[in-house]
């Protein structure tokens, strides 16, 4: 028996201007049982959201290339 399914959510990879996810839009809003489709406008919380991921990313990845010899023959 399958899991039923009320919605998705995607993200995408950077920012589109208004007229780019229109298009998108209206492409969702044909497909069959699809009933609402709505835009989330990128914010400056999503910005701080991103730089304080990038900037975890960029401390673990440096920490991790502290802890590893730069020669494994050593």
């Known amino acids: 028996m399958s899991d039923r399914i009320k919605g998705v959510l995607v993200n995408f990879e950077y920012n589109l201007t208004d007229e780019q996810v229109q298009v ?7 497909f069959k049982g699809v009933l609402t489709v709505k ?25 991790c290339l502290r802890n590893e010899p730069l020669n494994p023959k050593e």
């Open 24 to 30: 998108l839009m209206n492409a969702l809003h044909m």
């Open 39 to 63: 835009p989330y406008i990128a914010g400056m919380e999503d910005y701080m959201m991103y730089q304080r991921g990038y900037y975890d990313a960029k401390k673990s990845m440096i920490e």
